[in-house]
Every structure is written in C-alpha cells, then in structure tokens.
C-alpha cells in the first residue's frame, strides 16, 4: 500500500523565493496533517484539514505560510517570501477519522539560503 | 491543553540489554498514546498506540508500552535492544474527539546502541 508521499524530498533556495511542498496522503484518509520539525522547536503542527476543509491553522507561523487542499487526494504548503529560518523538515501526514492513527510521510527536507 | 514530557534526551544503551523510554503525559481525558520511531533521514513510524483497554500494548519490532494512569506514564520497553533501534524516539498524546486528532509530541529521546 502506498504511503503518504511527499515532494520534493530536498530542497535548496535563495531567500525570497516562494516554496511549495506537495503532499498525497493515503487513499481513503480524510484527515491531512502539515508539521513542522526543527532542533530547536521538536515537532510542530502547522495546520488540519478534515473533509478538505482547514480545521485548525493556530500552528501557522506567520502570513508567509499558506496550506490548501483543493481535494481528497492533494494538498500544498507554500512559503512566500522564504526566510533562512524557515529552513526545517515538513512532514505531511494523514489519518481516517474513526481510525485515530496518524501515518507521516517522509519529510520534505528545506533548505533556505 | 495536552502536553508530553520526555525527561531523557539521549539514551546509550548496550545491544542486547533492556530499554526503558520514559513518557509522562497532560490530558484532561483520557488519551489516546503513540509512540513513534524516526530513524535518520526519515520519517515517523508507529511503534504503537493506546486507545483504551489493556494497558501493556505490543508493538512491532519487539517493543511494548505500558500505561499507567495513576502515573499519567506511557513508558516505552524492549527486552533486548538490536543495533538498529538506534534512531529518535517521540512519545505522543491526542485529543479523544472523532474528526480532531491532533497529536502533541514530546521532544523525542535519541537511543543510541553501543556493542
């Protein structure tokens, strides 16, 4: 069974360039998940949807970070502009409501120069 | 508000000895409780998770937990560590409600395995 898949795996930029990172969480799922892991703060997480709908955005850090999900399937994160300390692994992750298990894919590994 | 403390950040343990991962959690209800394994470059894996029921829950790998209400503790153990249970180690607490299971981790135990 596939996983959650994420990408790009890795990525480099300059800062000021928008970043998006993509996310296909496991079929069947209704439940996405966006973190954020660094050294200094652990695990963080950024925003929920359910249904497709944003449930809890509070973990968003700041204007510069939007998150859609335009249907079952996808979704995105977007940085815009980009800061070195945005420089983090983003996880994505999804669940069955009913189920109560949280399935992470394997990060989005960003790096802001 | 949830919350998860793991007292240890780092633990060196010899291959074949015991493990124990210390876990002690903030719920005003009654939690749902995972554990996790990161191993480098990765991402998370559940080792396992309690729910409700018997409080010695088995995992894979050979791991098992054990909640402990009175100890608000959901310690993490394993018999006889191998070389490749070296990784990151986070333990985890989530909301009870249907449609709102966000997880709050603790800060992660790095385990590492000497010969």
């Known amino acids: 069974d596939a996983g959650v898949i994420q990408s790009p795996r890795h990525e480099v930029t300059e800062m000021g360039q928008e970043v998006t990172l993509r996310c296909k969480p496991i079929s069947g799922h209704n439940s996405l998940f966006w973190y954020r892991q660094t050294m200094m703060r652990g695990l963080e997480l950024l925003i929920y949807f359910n249904n497709n709908v944003p449930i809890d955005d509070s973990g968003m850090p700041e204007d510069r970070f939007s998150a859609k999900m335009p249907n079952a399937s996808f979704s995105t994160l977007k940085i815009q502009p980009s800061e070195p300390r945005d420089s983090a692994v983003y996880f994505c992750a999804s669940s069955w409501d009913r189920g109560n298990t949280i399935y992470f894919g394997e990060g989005s590994w960003l790096t802001v120069v | 508000a949830q919350s998860v403390t793991q007292p240890d950040i780092h633990i060196t343990v010899s291959e074949g000895a015991s493990l124990e991962l210390r876990c002690n959690y903030s719920?005003?209800?009654?939690?749902?409780l995972f554990w996790y394994v990161q191993s480098p470059g990765q991402g998370l894996q559940l080792l396992l998770k309690y729910f409700s029921g018997d409080t010695l829950v088995q995992g894979i790998k050979g791991f098992e937990a054990e909640f402990k209400r009175s100890q608000s503790s959901f310690n993490l153990r394993k018999p006889s560590v191998h070389w490749s249970d070296a990784a990151e180690y986070f333990c985890?607490?989530?909301?009870?409600?249907?449609?709102?299971?966000?997880?709050?981790f603790g800060t992660g135990t790095r385990l590492t395995i000497i010969p």
């Open positions: 719920y005003g209800a009654t939690p749902y």
């Open positions: 985890a607490v989530g909301a009870l409600n249907f449609g709102n299971e966000k997880l709050t």
